[in-house]
């Protein structure tokens, strides 16, 4: 069973007009950013409306994130502690890139989200999953891989800065923090990479290097998934578009570095003319700007015209 028929049997017996006013509501409160002093999941309603709007652009992300890792030098990973991790989104994006996990622990605070996640997975070939009720604070489970996605804007700076801790001292081999693709997300991810680093830790992706971030200053940092939606989706988050594209920023830090020589990292869509292709590229020097890849130059060409918005380049063998 795929998240998305998942989802379609847990909503199929609510009335899509009040998941969709559950959407608005939740929509508007997401925008606001600001730290929630009571959870915004508060009812069973909010929590399967969150879940059919939110679950496939989280799950697409993460997916993103942990490729692009991959491919960087990240190894097998055997367990994932996923910190305010909600009805587990984060959990069917690790499943999907490392089938065998020994066990993935969503760890969150909304016992209903709790709920939902489980029955979600029900019937679906997913590795084992502990569905642990948990609050800021306490205590984290080790785990190869510890995620904190769309978690940071509802809490305070100094909560954004001890979870990342948290996350840290529990992980063993990769954290992951995911945030949403604007620049107030890409500040939340820069204090995070900062506090990853003051740790000694090492960037793995999407950065090529632990120097400043070159788009601090006047861009921001991210990337794009693209999301195709089911006929809930639509009914509950309007619009008619068979997809959407998710954006985010995201930082992905290991202990120390793994993998051979980073590679730069395409932080804009690729531009495709005739000849071609124009590279917007962060590179392991701390620099960014373009590049550009003519079709005089054969082999490497050929590679850049399959290139997409955050891989890496030149591509790993
Ligand atoms: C926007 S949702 C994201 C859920 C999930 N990580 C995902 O990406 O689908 C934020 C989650 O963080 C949880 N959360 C917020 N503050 C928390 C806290 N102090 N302790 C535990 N969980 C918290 C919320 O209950 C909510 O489920």
């Given at each position: 069973?795929?998240?998305?028929?998942?989802?379609?049997?847990?909503?199929?017996?609510?009335?899509?007009?009040?998941?969709?006013?559950?959407?608005?509501?939740?929509?508007?409160?997401?925008?606001?950013?600001?730290?929630?002093?009571?959870?915004?999941?508060?009812?069973?309603?909010?929590?399967?409306?969150?879940?059919?709007?939110?679950?496939?652009?989280?799950?697409?992300?993460?997916?993103?994130?942990?490729?692009?890792?991959?491919?960087?030098?990240?190894?097998?990973?055997?367990?994932v502690?996923?910190?305010?991790?909600?009805?587990?989104?984060?959990a069917?994006?690790a499943?999907?890139?490392?089938?065998?996990?020994?066990r993935v622990t969503?760890?969150?605070?909304?016992?209903?989200?709790?709920?939902?996640?489980?029955?979600?997975?029900?019937?679906?070939?997913?590795?084992?999953i502990?569905?642990?009720?948990?609050?800021?604070?306490?205590?984290?489970?080790?785990?190869?891989?510890?995620?904190?996605?769309?978690?940071?804007?509802?809490?305070?700076?100094?909560?954004?800065?001890?979870?990342?801790?948290?996350?840290?001292?529990?992980?063993?081999?990769?954290?992951?923090?995911?945030?949403?693709?604007?620049?107030?997300?890409?500040?939340?991810?820069?204090?995070?990479?900062?506090?990853?680093?003051?740790?000694?830790?090492?960037?793995?992706?999407?950065?090529?290097?632990?120097?400043?971030?070159?788009?601090?200053?006047?861009?921001?940092?991210?990337?794009?998934?693209?999301?195709?939606?089911?006929?809930?989706?639509?009914?509950?988050?309007?619009?008619?578009?068979?997809?959407?594209?998710?954006?985010?920023?995201?930082?992905?830090?290991?202990?120390?570095?793994?993998?051979?020589?980073?590679?730069?990292?395409?932080?804009?869509?690729?531009?495709?003319?005739?000849?071609?292709?124009?590279?917007?590229?962060?590179?392991?020097?701390?620099?960014?700007?373009?590049?550009?890849?003519?079709?005089?130059?054969?082999?490497?060409?050929?590679?850049?015209?399959?290139?997409?918005?955050?891989?890496?380049?030149?591509?790993?063998?």
């Open positions: 069973m795929t998240l998305r028929e998942a989802l379609e049997r847990e909503a199929s017996g609510t009335s899509t007009v009040a998941l969709a006013a559950a959407v608005e509501r939740l929509i508007g409160r997401y925008r606001a950013v600001a730290p929630a002093r009571d959870p915004i999941l508060a009812r069973p309603a909010d929590v399967l409306a969150y879940a059919t709007y939110r679950m496939p652009a989280t799950y697409a992300a993460v997916q993103h994130a942990l490729t692009q890792a991959v491919a960087a030098g990240l190894g097998s990973i055997s367990t502690a996923d910190l305010g991790g909600g009805t587990g989104a984060t069917w994006a499943a999907q890139i490392w089938p065998s996990l020994d969503v760890l969150e605070q909304v016992p209903e989200a709790l709920d939902l996640g489980r029955r979600l997975v029900s019937g679906a070939d997913l590795p084992p502990t569905w642990t009720r948990w609050r800021l604070g306490e205590p984290v489970p080790e785990a190869d891989l510890v995620t904190v996605s769309y978690v940071l804007s509802e809490l305070t700076a100094q909560q954004q800065a001890d979870v990342v801790a948290r996350a840290q001292t529990s992980a063993r081999r990769a954290v992951l923090v995911i945030e949403p693709g604007t620049p107030d997300g890409h500040r939340r991810i820069l204090a995070a990479r900062s506090a990853l680093l003051d740790l000694g830790w090492t960037p793995l992706a999407p950065c090529p290097h632990a120097l400043a971030c070159p788009l601090a200053e006047r861009d921001w940092c991210h990337f794009s998934a693209r999301v195709n939606r089911s006929a809930l989706h639509r009914k509950v988050k309007g619009g008619e578009l068979s997809h959407e594209d998710e954006k985010f920023s995201y930082i992905l830090a290991v202990p120390s570095a793994v993998g051979g020589e980073p590679a730069a990292r395409v932080v804009r869509h690729p531009q495709k003319r005739k000849g071609l292709v124009e590279l917007q590229l962060c590179r392991p020097d701390g620099s960014a700007g373009r590049e550009i890849v003519s079709k005089r130059q054969g082999p490497a060409y050929k590679a850049a015209r399959d290139l997409e918005w955050g891989d890496a380049w030149p591509p790993a063998d």
